[in-house]
């Protein structure tokens, strides 16, 4: 089969792969039928040492049943699966928590193991990982079913995390996929108010039909004194942290309410947050982290499958499978928000 590999910064290639097998008892195999770009993809692609080695790439896929182990009794030929973007068997004490991302018994995708920017994928854990969804789905919702595999459920982790609820008002920072999705959570859950900020106009129009109620374009000290006036003066109860820069974190912990929480999603770029006397004396939580997208997706599906909630909306370039090197290139150069490959 065909799959992606990554050789460097810059160096994407499309080629042939053994095609995957059941090895252990709880094994499927996965024909995918949608998959993306992720943006914590870009950060190895602009940044990783060359290797003779391809890394196999890709976390995000939804795809059907092509062949089960004998230990995956819930799944047969012909399903229609999504996979949350880390696998995990769904039974230690920590998937029974919730926080399947920290699973004694999963991992994550790619590297050496199969990845979802590929023609299929061999999925362990597979009754753990993998969540069923009606076989006769309308094709129009699967950009939007994709998305449970990572993106929604982050912005949606970053909302949970921050404690998001009709009394609270929130700042979204950033405008990228995932903000962008975190401003759909933050609707959901019903936030009071919603400032996006972000400086890309197509996509914070796509933030105020997500439900964002202001928008702020300026950064950096401008746009902390923007979103406190914006709020009433003190700042916002939430901020959903949704970059992984250092400025992205300097800004949350300006425009965030004392009392408040800093919720951080974006895959953090920094070693350091600013955690001396006087962000004590202002009683700032912070949390966030990578999300249990499993913990997540049967609570979000019934949302996508009636169409109330349409994140698929963030896949502004379709492509296929042999296109995705220029993918890649194109989300690197802010060309397009997030691509879905088509394999
Ligand atoms: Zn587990």
Redesign the pocket.
Same mark, same amino acid.
């Given at each position: 089969m065909r799959a992606t590999l990554m050789y460097g910064a810059g160096d994407v290639r499309v080629e042939d792969v053994p095609d995957p097998r059941i090895i252990e008892p709880a094994d499927a195999v996965v024909r995918v039928l949608r998959s993306c770009i992720c943006g914590s993809d870009l950060w190895p692609y602009r940044s990783m040492p060359a290797t003779g080695h391809g890394r196999r790439m890709g976390h995000e896929f939804l795809g059907i049943v092509e062949d089960a182990g004998p230990d995956v009794p819930g799944l047969r030929p012909g399903d229609l699966v999504v996979a949350p973007f880390v696998w995990?068997? @769904?039974? %230690?004490e920590?998937?029974r928590e919730g926080l399947?991302t920290s %699973?004694?018994? @999963?991992g994550l995708w790619g590297g050496d193991l199969d990845g979802g920017q590929g023609e299929a994928v061999r999925v362990p854990q597979a009754p @753990?990982t993998l969540v069923k969804i009606p076989a006769d789905v309308d094709e129009a919702l699967l950009p939007s079913l994709l998305t449970l595999s990572d993106v929604f459920c982050t912005g949606h982790h970053a909302a949970v995390r921050a404690r998001v609820s009709p009394r609270t008002k929130v700042t979204v920072v950033g405008d990228g996929a995932v903000g962008l999705c975190a401003v759909l959570a933050a609707r959901r859950l019903g936030a009071e108010q919603i400032i996006l900020m972000g400086r890309h106009k197509d996509r914070t129009d796509l933030g105020r039909e997500f439900g964002a109620t202001d928008v702020i374009a300026e950064r950096g000290a401008e746009g902390i004194e923007r979103v406190r006036e914006r709020s009433g003066g003190a700042g916002t109860h939430a901020v959903l942290e949704c970059v992984g820069t250092a400025q992205a974190m300097d800004t949350s912990l300006g425009v965030v309410r004392d009392g408040g929480v800093v919720s951080r999603v974006g895959a953090a770029q920094y070693t350091e947050v600013p955690m001396d006397f006087g962000t004590l004396m202002r009683n700032i939580t912070l949390t966030g982290g990578v999300a249990p997208a499993r913990a997540y997706i049967e609570e979000l599906l019934p949302g996508v499958l009636d169409g109330s909630l349409q994140p698929g909306r963030v896949f502004d370039r379709a492509i296929g499978l042999d296109q995705t090197p220029g993918g890649y290139r194109e989300m690197a150069d802010r060309q397009a928000l997030k691509v879905l490959i088509r394999p």
């Open positions: 995990s068997d @769904g039974t %230690c920590f998937c399947q %699973c004694r018994h @999963g @753990g």
